[in-house]
């Protein structure tokens, strides 16, 4: 990296990207960069030094990014390659290098503590970072979500050698990766618009794992279906909730809005663990972060202090309304099993309550591979308010709409909604408790549906 100046990032406005934009601007890079629509998190990244444009127009690269000798070009795998900018740096001999690779290059030369998994690696990658950061071990952190107690998704430690990175596994990008410790949540089938298939979603995961360096470890969720490819010379840990294995929960308590537990590993017990955001399943969550904290020789108190001061990543179980009589709770699931234990936790918090979500399908890939799974998990609610599916990187599939899903749902109080229709929809509804759901763009209406839901 010591011989580039500047870097220009195609999707900077991505959560990943958006980190490692902020490591380079802290580290006294020049950073440009290009994103299609202007968001929160933009505005932000502008505010810190990022110079971005929303027109792929090559005229609108700034001169300091057009020496490919200084200059180094970062895309996310959601650009298509037709991209005017990134079809410019590649013909122009420009070193161009996905997002996934260079986080690679970064955490090459540190001790990577690696959080992979089809869902949870948000909050529990986010977890380990709170925790490493509130005690002396410290830790640098690339994370998938912006972290409310920073309000960023980057922290910064001059002294720690050890990286927190959420692995991702969309386009394989965690092969790239140089894992220390490895933590893997969950390996329920997705983004088969890229594998195609199950096994090769899961032959992936053990590609994964057989890059964990020897001496380290991997902590694997207990019982999922993954046959790990350590080796030799790494351990492995198993880890829950309720079901046992090396590191897991005893002693919960659930009541008066709080959640206790007592975290037990192979060498002693830490009691009375409180959840800073208390939903069932972020005991699993704090039990896999807990153990690769305590593995790194983080001190009890740090862990049980860290724990109860937690917020949570945005859009991961997010309040935003919290009244006795109202609530207004926003989830970025988007997989069929995290539909399910967001409204499993809605229940178990909320029991007897009315239960309404609106939930905005992610890619039309995934609504045709698990439509009958997603209705599944939205008929476990009383109403369901269904947005049309959010394209993000793909082109309509003929015959796949949000219809197949919506028709597959089995409670009676359901409908089809148009995104911009939403907002006279819930005004003219009286809500209970309303989760909204989706990786889309369903979070830009969230300050608008949560005053409306406050007027009531």
Not at 210 to 219: A, E, F, M, T, Y
Not at 231 to 257: C, L, M, P
Request: charged letters at 25%; a negative charge.
């Amino acid at each position: 990296m010591k011989q580039y100046s500047s870097l220009y990032f195609i999707g900077a406005g991505g959560i990943g990207m958006s980190a490692l934009v902020r490591y380079f601007l802290a580290k006294g890079y020049r950073v440009a960069g290009y994103d299609r629509t202007s968001s929160p998190l933009t505005e932000a990244l502008q505010s810190e030094g990022l110079e971005i444009v929303y027109d792929e127009s090559v005229d609108l690269i700034p001169d300091y990014c057009r020496d490919p000798k200084t200059t180094l070009v970062v895309y996310t795998p959601a650009i298509p390659a037709t991209h005017a900018g990134l079809v410019y740096f590649r013909e122009h001999g420009f070193k161009v290098v996905k997002r996934a690779e260079l986080l690679g290059l970064i955490t090459q030369s540190s001790k990577g503590l690696c959080f992979s998994g089809t869902h949870g690696k948000t909050t529990t990658s986010s977890m380990a970072a709170h925790i490493f950061h509130e005690s002396p071990v410290g830790c640098n952190a690339f994370l998938g979500g912006i972290l409310r107690n920073y309000n960023s998704n980057l922290i910064l430690s001059d002294h720690s050698p050890f990286t927190v990175i959420e692995a991702d596994e969309y386009d394989r990008s965690f092969h790239w990766l140089h894992p220390y410790m490895a933590v893997v949540t969950a390996t329920d089938p997705d983004h088969l618009d890229i594998y195609g298939t199950e096994e090769a979603y899961l032959e992936s995961f053990a590609h994964f794992t057989s890059l964990i360096q020897p001496g380290g470890c991997l902590v694997i969720k207990k019982g999922i279906k993954l046959v790990p490819r350590v080796q030799e010379g790494v351990k492995v840990y198993t880890y829950s909730a309720r079901d046992g294995g090396d590191f897991h929960a005893d002693n919960i308590r659930v009541g008066n809005g709080t959640i206790l537990f007592d975290f037990v590993a192979p060498d002693g017990v830490v009691t009375d663990v409180e959840l800073g955001v208390p939903v069932d399943i972020n005991i699993e969550n704090a039990v896999a972060a807990m153990a690769i904290a305590r593995l790194n020789g983080v001190a009890d108190d740090d862990m049980r202090r860290a724990m109860a001061s937690f917020k949570g990543a945005k859009r991961r179980f997010e309040f935003w309304v919290k009244r006795d009589d109202r609530v207004m709770i926003d989830d970025y699931a988007h997989h069929p099993d995290e539909l399910k234990a967001s409204i499993r936790s809605v229940r178990a918090l909320y029991p007897g309550r009315k239960l309404t979500v609106i939930f905005q399908p992610h890619l039309y890939s995934r609504t045709r591979d698990f439509a009958p799974q997603f209705a599944e998990a939205l008929s476990m609610a009383d109403q369901v308010i269904l947005l049309d599916i959010y394209p993000a990187r793909e082109l309509p599939i003929p015959g796949v709409t949000s219809q197949l899903i919506f028709d597959r749902i089995t409670c009676r109080d359901k409908e089809l909604c148009l995104r911009e229709k939403l907002l006279e929809r819930i005004k003219e509804c009286n809500f209970d408790i309303l989760l909204t759901m989706g990786a889309g763009d369903i979070d830009r209406l969230l300050p608008e549906i949560a005053s409306i839901v406050e007027a009531k």
